[in-house]
């Protein structure tokens, strides 16, 4: 604890990180407010209402409530949150592996960034432009017309308006946090958004096992002592690697002219190189059999109901089993074996006993196959075990925060920001959050 105390002063003495601390809470504190504020024209507290009965049961749509830090269940004019621009993100991502343009501006540098990232927004209006309508469907199908306050295709196009700015004032948020505050901007946002939820549901299972008799307080502790456990696991599934080792004939020392022959280092490689990306493409793909609901024919329709329920067994089993395949999928289009075998020969390293080009990749390409799949199987399992521990009598709301996306998200997000942290405090010769020890002294 003394330890603890005294790293926080040392980021407090330390006023570039601790003004780009204020900034994020500040621009974070900002998107909450924003998050408050309803759409005009309609009677909000219907319209609320209705919406909430609607997220209540979970579902896909309490996932995206819980993304968007209830924004989505307050018709808020944030209610699209930051999911058009994630969507536009992922979409950009994968058409860079089919189109040249595309290839060609992620090769020119920090040229190519720039407008990879304008892409990016000018995509992000496009979806919010789908999805904006949609979402007004949806408070349309689920209020009556008296609690409109203005006619039709008004409230349609000052929503379209405010919903596109809304998103388009996210993205603007968690770049800003990005380069002006303490980095990954938009899983700050993402991240802020889901803590948002926890208070409620964490009040509302300890109430649930206390008024209804079901365990009291002593079940509650165990729970919670099990949600420590999951965080446990997920931080080892988000840090662990395989470490290759690798031999360089001759390595350049701190720029000096001096070589040293033989040095000896590692390459990881990541268990879960995927992240949640997974778990995203897969949760898109289970939209689609939740569709089939909807069908007149009573065969169909019952199908359709069943793959409704995330909670449910068959859901669960078709979600588990999407999760692996895209780990693959996305693991195999993001790691460039190809290029790391180039880079480690042209850089005189080598792996001991391979041969370095054709034979370096397709080892590397064999362990990355090899340590993807319980990569992707613990990421799987995470994903369903709300599902697995609503079974136990946990409550929906509460069960959600046990894996699944959200707790992936927060995990990784707080280990990313626990890395820069420290990157600022090594590079003013303080020790980091994670490292033991007292105030390092300067070499003059």
Known sequence: MKKFIQTIKDIWSIEELRNKILLTLGFMAIYRFAAQVPLPGIDITVAQAALQNQTSGGGILGLLDMFTGGAFAQASIVALGIMPYISASIVVQLMGIAVPYLQKLQKDGESGRKKINQITRWLTIAITMVQGPAYITNIYQLIPSSAFYISGSMFWITSMVILTAGTIFAMWLGEKITDKGIGNG?????????????????????????????????????????????????????????????????????????????????????????????????????????????????????????????????????????????????????????????????????????????????????????????????????????????????????????????????????????????????????????????KRKSVA
């Open 186 to 438: 938009i899983s700050l946002l993402i991240m802020i958004g889901i803590i948002a939820r926890f208070p409620g549901s964490f009040i509302q299972e300890a109430v649930s096992k206390v008024t209804a008799s079901n365990g009291g307080m002593i079940m509650m502790l165990i729970e919670v002592i099990l949600w420590f456990l999951v965080i446990l696991v997920c931080v080892y599934l988000v840090t662990a690697v395989r470490r290759i080792s690798v031999q360089y004939a001759r390595k350049t020392v701190a720029g000096n002219i001096k070589n040293v022959s033989g040095a000896r280092d590692y390459l990881p490689l990541k268990l879960n190189s995927s992240g949640v990306m997974p778990i995203i493409f897969a949760q898109a793909i289970m939209f689609a059999p939740a569709l089939l609901a909807r069908s007149e024919n009573e065969t169909i329709k019952s199908i359709g109901i069943e793959f409704s329920n995330m909670f449910g067994l068959w859901y669960n089993l078709l979600f588990a089993f999407l999760i692996i395949i895209f780990s693959y999928f996305y693991t195999a289009i993001t790691i460039p074996t190809n290029k790391m075998a180039d880079d480690l020969k042209r850089s005189g390293g080598f792996v001991p006993g391979i041969r370095p080009g054709k034979d370096t990749a397709e080892m590397l390409d064999r362990i990355l196959s090899l340590i993807t799949f319980p990569g992707s199987l613990f990421l799987a399992i995470v994903a369903i075990l709300p599902a697995i521990v609503v079974k136990f009598g946990l409550t929906q709301s509460w069960a959600l925060f046990y894996g699944g996306t959200s707790l992936l998200i927060m995990v990784g997000v707080a280990i990313d920001t626990i890395q820069q942290i420290n990157s600022h405090l090594l590079n003013r010769h303080y020790d980091g959050l994670m490292k033991k020890g007292t």
